[in-house]
Nanobody, 124 residues
């Protein structure tokens, strides 16, 4: 069956770094666009970063530009999110998502598969 499994979350102080990973299985990973979303308590799920199937193009929400970097290794069916200069407002559960024919990358309904999420907490 299809699975997306995130890892790498945790607690970090403001200004710190974390690297999230997401391993996919049960589908042709290299055909799918991938994205990272996050959801903070009481808020809607929001898109963070997006990468096309080949990895040749990436998109970011403005609130993470210059701090986060999305990448993928299709040989390992793995998606990454390098998060630097973390802020308390980055605290959320982070999800990876996979989609075909994504037209609006920040719209959750564009994605067919989702991981279970990994908690990121930024606090002093």
């Amino acid at each position: 069956q299809v699975q997306l499994v995130e890892s790498g979350g945790g607690s970090v102080q403001p200004g710190g770094s974390l690297r999230l990973s997401c391993v996919g299985s049960g589908f042709t990973y290299s055909n799918y666009a991938m994205a990272w979303f996050r959801q903070a308590p009481g808020k809607q799920r929001e898109g963070v970063a997006y990468i096309i199937p080949s990895g040749g193009r990436t998109l970011y929400q403005e609130f993470v530009v210059g701090r986060f970097s999305i990448s993928r290794d299709n040989a390992k069916n793995t998606l990454y999110l390098q998060m630097n200069s973390l802020k308390p407002e980055d605290t959320a559960v982070y999800y990876c998502a996979a989609g075909l024919s994504v037209r609006n990358w920040v719209e959750p309904s564009q994605y067919a598969y989702w991981g279970q999420g990994t908690q990121v907490t930024v606090s002093s």
